[in-house]
């Protein structure tokens, strides 16, 4: 589980490291790092997905570590409310950017003649500043189209401990 602080709020989010470990593997090296930290999200399209975790407040990329095996034929599906690794036209792309549903998105899951969008986790608690997020005003922002016109900052992403 990992908790996020936003400036719109805080949610948590479950990953499914059985179906997706190296996804999930990747995903928490960046959280470890304390890489999420100041980032943005920079792509918000409501009704659609919100994405983040590689743009600065200015958005500038920052350096990531090598990208990861696709995992979106793991069964997964891209329905509300879940995580999926973010990727460019390359298949195998995926790096630090991910981003959380708003609806269920199924054109994005795996396919034949269409690889999709590995799920990698699902947001468990916070579905309401999610959806607040994706709220905000939007428009053409730093060469950025669907940029939120002020920025939606994630303050932190940490590993919750497990209860013992």
Same mark, same amino acid.
């Given at each position: 589980?990992?908790?996020?602080?936003?400036?719109?709020?805080?949610?948590?989010?479950?990953?499914?490291?059985?179906?997706?470990?190296?996804?999930?593997?990747?995903?928490?090296?960046?959280?470890?790092?304390?890489?999420?930290?100041?980032?943005?999200?920079?792509?918000?399209?409501?009704?659609?997905?919100?994405?983040?975790?590689?743009?600065?407040?200015?958005?500038?990329?920052?350096?990531?570590?090598?990208?990861?095996?696709?995992?979106?034929?793991?069964?997964?599906?891209?329905?509300?409310?879940? %995580?999926?690794?973010?990727?460019?036209?390359?298949?195998?792309?995926?790096?630090?950017?991910?981003?959380?549903?708003?609806?269920?998105?199924?054109?994005?899951?795996?396919?034949?003649?269409?690889?999709?969008?590995?799920?990698?986790?699902?947001?468990?608690?916070?579905? &309401?500043?999610?959806?607040?997020?994706?709220?905000?005003?939007?428009?053409?922002?730093?060469?950025?189209? &669907?940029?939120?016109?002020? &920025?939606? %900052?994630?303050?932190?992403?940490?590993? %919750?401990?497990?209860?013992?």
């Amino acid at each position: 589980m990992v908790r996020f602080e936003t400036t719109h709020g805080d949610f948590t989010v479950e990953l499914h490291e059985r179906e997706a470990p190296q996804s999930v593997a990747n995903f928490l090296r960046y959280v470890d790092e304390g890489f999420f930290d100041g980032t943005l999200f920079h792509r918000i399209v409501p009704g659609f997905v919100i994405q983040g975790g590689g743009l600065t407040s200015d958005f500038k990329s920052k350096p990531t570590h090598a990208p990861v095996h696709n995992e979106a034929d793991n069964g997964l599906r891209n329905q509300r409310g879940t %995580l999926s690794m973010a990727r460019t036209d390359q298949i195998h792309s995926a790096t630090s950017q991910f981003f959380v549903n708003l609806a269920d998105n199924a054109f994005l899951d795996h396919s034949p003649g269409q690889y999709g969008y590995a799920v990698f986790g699902r947001v468990t608690e916070g579905m &309401d500043v999610i959806d607040r997020i994706a709220a905000v005003s939007t428009g053409r922002r730093r060469g950025y189209t &669907d940029a939120p016109l002020e &920025d939606v %900052l994630i303050r932190s992403a940490r590993r %919750l401990q497990p209860a013992k």
